[in-house]
């Protein structure tokens, strides 16, 4: 159903926010909390998030009860590649 890449994402990231909060590092975080992440895509891989209108797609949104926003190349580190765009869930 998942790619192995797909789980292992989702698996670290889980374990970053359970350790946050048991470090401290995210105060005051309880359960229905929103938590946030912004990862790097390549270009090539923008249309499995982008419908044909240049929107997300709203089916990816609604399948996984999470908020996607596309904030561009503009937020990119200096350790991303040349064209790859940052995506916030």
Known sequence: MYS???LAI???FARSVEV???QGFIAGWGEGQTVTAKILVA??????????EGRIASDISA????????LGTNCVPN???????????
């Open 63 to 70: 399948a996984s009860g999470v908020e996607i926003q596309l």
């Open 79 to 89: 350790s991303g590649a040349e064209n790859d765009e940052v995506v916030q869930v």
């Open 20 to 22: 946050g909060v048991d």
């Open 43 to 52: 270009p090539d891989q923008m249309n499995c998030l982008i419908d044909s």
């Open 10 to 12: 989702a698996r670290v």
């Open 4 to 6: 192995s890449a797909q």
